[in-house]
């Protein structure tokens, strides 16, 4: 890639792997809004990005070469090589080469850990639309407002200390339901030091996801998911019900197998890649509904 600087606004030319429609909606991130086509806004570290692609260009409006080299580089994870990537999955396996192919410009997000754990403890049984709902009230209640696109408002997630001002009730407000005592507890925990990003990031996979399930509410799909998304664990094998009906469908001749099975297979199938192949798997087997066919909904 190469990177322009022209006035207020950051210009990369000649992305390759990436597409930013397909990387902000494949599930793994909820503090987003769609502003047009391939043009949309969203927060993160503290910043608010108006980003919109075309073709093998991007566009970050009004932001400075600081804020990409330290920030935005970082968060689409662009300076990764993901044909190597992706030349490793098929060379493992041809069964991916489809959903490799239709989801070709999806990249996993360096995403913050805080907002991450928060963001998949109300995950748990919500669809994305209002996983992003959430989201974006919790932010709009506790964070900071940081700039507005299109019409909307944002807002940035509150940190720890911030989310801290709201007790069960305050956030049941937020349309949280029985997640809130999972979310209350969740703060404790970091703010009390109880978990620590720095120790997370150090300890490996395994000891990760187990300081995390200390978390009330927090079981090893989630715990999976901020490993991958929040820690940058890209060995993390996520099962929800979408990977268990394409890995059924693709790798188990529909025959049915336990989350536990399945995430074992692809943790031992696709190895230090894990992340990635469950990245193709998820969001190809949700769109093509994979799993679903010749089922009544």
Not at 78 to 106: N, T
Not at 132 to 142: E, F, G, L, T
Not at 229 to 240: H, K, N, Q
């Amino acid at each position: 890639m190469d990177v322009e600087y022209k006035g207020k606004d950051t210009i990369i030319h000649n992305l390759k792997d990436f597409d930013l429609g397909q990387t902000m909606e494949c599930g793994q991130c909820f503090h987003f809004q769609k502003i047009d086509d391939d043009e949309y806004g969203m927060s993160a570290y503290g910043k608010f990005l108006h980003a919109a692609q075309k073709d093998d260009k991007m566009y970050l409006f009004d932001t400075t070469k600081e804020e990409f080299e330290k920030i935005w580089c970082h968060y689409f994870d662009l300076d990764r090589d993901y044909g190597e990537i992706k030349s490793f999955l098929l060379k493992e396996d041809e069964k991916l080469r489809e959903a490799v192919e239709k989801m070709w410009g999806v990249r996993i997000l360096n995403q913050e850990f805080f907002e991450t754990l928060i963001s998949f403890i109300i995950s748990q049984n919500k669809q994305i639309p209002h996983i992003k709902q959430i989201v974006a009230r919790i932010s709009h209640d506790y964070g900071k407002y940081q700039g507005s696109v299109g019409g909307i408002d944002f807002y940035g997630f509150p940190t720890p200390q911030q989310l801290s001002q709201a007790d069960i009730d305050a956030l049941r407000e937020c349309k949280t339901g029985f997640r809130a005592p999972y979310i209350y507890n969740a703060v404790e925990f970091v703010n009390n030091e109880i978990i620590k990003e720095e120790n997370l990031r150090k300890c490996g996979v395994d000891e990760c996801r187990e300081q995390l399930m200390k978390i009330k509410g927090v079981g090893m799909k989630v715990a999976n998911c901020v490993s991958l998304f929040g820690l940058g664990y890209r060995e993390a094998f996520p099962v929800d019900v979408w990977i268990k009906r394409i890995m059924q469908s693709l790798y188990f001749d529909g025959e049915e197998h336990s989350n536990a099975e399945i995430e074992s297979y692809g943790v031992e199938h696709f190895g230090k890649y894990g992340g990635y192949a469950q990245q193709y798997l998820f969001y190809y087997g949700k769109s093509e509904k994979i799993g679903l066919k010749n089922k009544t909904n």
